[in-house]
Protein backbone atom coordinates (compact mmCIF):
# COMPACT_ATOMS: atom_id res chain seq x y z
CA UNK A 1 0.00 0.00 0.00
CA UNK A 2 1.12 3.77 -1.04
CA UNK A 3 0.61 6.19 1.67
CA UNK A 4 1.66 10.12 1.47
CA UNK A 5 0.77 12.35 4.36
CA UNK A 6 1.48 15.95 4.26
CA UNK A 7 0.88 18.28 7.13
CA UNK A 8 -1.88 20.21 6.74
CA UNK A 9 -1.35 22.29 9.93
CA UNK A 10 2.23 23.53 12.15
CA UNK A 11 1.46 20.65 14.70
CA UNK A 12 2.79 17.12 15.56
CA UNK A 13 -0.78 16.15 15.78
CA UNK A 14 -1.08 16.14 12.16
CA UNK A 15 0.85 13.01 11.93
CA UNK A 16 0.07 11.64 14.76
CA UNK A 17 -3.76 11.67 14.37
CA UNK A 18 -3.44 9.46 11.27
CA UNK A 19 -2.24 6.43 13.92
CA UNK A 20 -5.42 7.30 16.34
CA UNK A 21 -7.52 3.99 16.64
CA UNK A 22 -10.75 4.64 14.69
CA UNK A 23 -9.25 7.72 12.69
CA UNK A 24 -10.46 6.73 8.86
CA UNK A 25 -6.88 7.83 7.99
CA UNK A 26 -5.48 5.00 9.88
CA UNK A 27 -4.86 2.73 7.02
CA UNK A 28 -2.84 0.73 8.94
CA UNK A 29 -5.32 -0.46 11.62
CA UNK A 30 -2.84 0.48 14.42
CA UNK A 31 -4.47 -0.23 17.48
CA UNK A 32 -2.98 0.77 21.07
CA UNK A 33 -4.85 1.95 23.56
CA UNK A 34 -2.17 3.72 25.68
CA UNK A 35 -1.10 5.65 22.55
CA UNK A 36 -4.90 6.76 21.97
CA UNK A 37 -4.75 7.92 26.08
CA UNK A 38 -1.12 10.08 25.09
CA UNK A 39 -3.00 11.85 22.03
CA UNK A 40 -6.63 12.29 24.18
CA UNK A 41 -3.99 13.55 26.86
CA UNK A 42 -2.54 16.03 24.81
CA UNK A 43 -5.63 17.42 23.55
CA UNK A 44 -6.50 18.03 26.64
CA UNK A 45 -3.24 19.75 27.70
CA UNK A 46 -2.91 24.02 27.28
CA UNK A 47 0.57 23.91 28.86
CA UNK A 48 2.70 23.48 25.49
CA UNK A 49 5.67 21.91 27.44
CA UNK A 50 3.61 19.11 28.94
CA UNK A 51 1.62 18.75 25.54
CA UNK A 52 5.01 18.60 23.51
CA UNK A 53 6.41 15.94 26.12
CA UNK A 54 2.83 14.21 25.09
CA UNK A 55 2.93 14.04 21.74
CA UNK A 56 6.80 13.24 21.75
CA UNK A 57 5.63 9.62 24.35
CA UNK A 58 3.17 9.45 21.30
CA UNK A 59 5.40 9.47 18.84
CA UNK A 60 8.24 7.15 20.38
CA UNK A 61 5.51 4.72 20.86
CA UNK A 62 3.80 4.61 17.56
CA UNK A 63 8.13 4.74 16.17
CA UNK A 64 8.77 1.64 18.46
CA UNK A 65 5.95 -0.66 17.24
CA UNK A 66 6.68 0.12 13.37
CA UNK A 67 2.72 -0.27 11.73
CA UNK A 68 4.40 1.71 8.57
CA UNK A 69 7.69 1.78 7.04
CA UNK A 70 8.69 4.26 5.58
CA UNK A 71 10.34 3.65 1.67
CA UNK A 72 11.55 7.14 0.65
CA UNK A 73 10.43 10.74 1.63
CA UNK A 74 9.29 13.51 -1.20
CA UNK A 75 11.89 16.06 -1.32
CA UNK A 76 11.72 19.48 -3.94
CA UNK A 77 13.84 22.09 -5.01
CA UNK A 78 13.35 25.11 -6.56
CA UNK A 79 15.83 26.89 -8.68
CA UNK A 80 14.72 30.74 -8.61
CA UNK A 81 16.03 33.26 -10.87
CA UNK A 82 17.11 36.42 -8.64
CA UNK A 83 15.03 38.88 -10.40
CA UNK A 84 12.04 36.77 -8.85
CA UNK A 85 10.77 38.12 -5.90
CA UNK A 86 8.84 36.86 -2.80
CA UNK A 87 9.16 33.27 -3.02
CA UNK A 88 9.08 31.62 0.52
CA UNK A 89 9.33 28.28 1.43
CA UNK A 90 6.54 26.70 3.38
CA UNK A 91 5.71 23.28 5.10
CA UNK A 92 2.37 22.46 2.25
CA UNK A 93 5.35 23.75 -1.25
CA UNK A 94 2.58 25.88 -2.16
CA UNK A 95 3.31 29.06 -3.93
CA UNK A 96 0.63 31.35 -5.89
CA UNK A 97 1.68 32.92 -8.44
CA UNK A 98 -0.28 36.09 -6.83
CA UNK A 99 2.64 36.55 -4.65
CA UNK A 100 5.85 36.55 -7.05
CA UNK A 101 7.46 39.82 -8.69
CA UNK A 102 9.68 40.14 -11.44
CA UNK A 103 12.64 42.64 -11.28
CA UNK A 104 14.92 43.43 -13.44
CA UNK A 105 18.67 42.99 -12.00
CA UNK A 106 21.14 45.33 -13.79
CA UNK A 107 24.69 43.42 -13.82
Known amino acids: MRF ?9 NTFLDIFRSGSTQN ?4 NDREYDELLAA ?4 LD ?6 LLQQAEMRVLGAYPIVPLYFFVNKHLVKPSV ?6 VL ?3 QSRYLELTSIVQ
Open 4 to 12: VWIGDYNDA
Open 27 to 30: LPGY
Open 42 to 45: AAAT
Open 48 to 53: ETARAA
Open 85 to 90: RNFRSN
Open 93 to 95: DVH
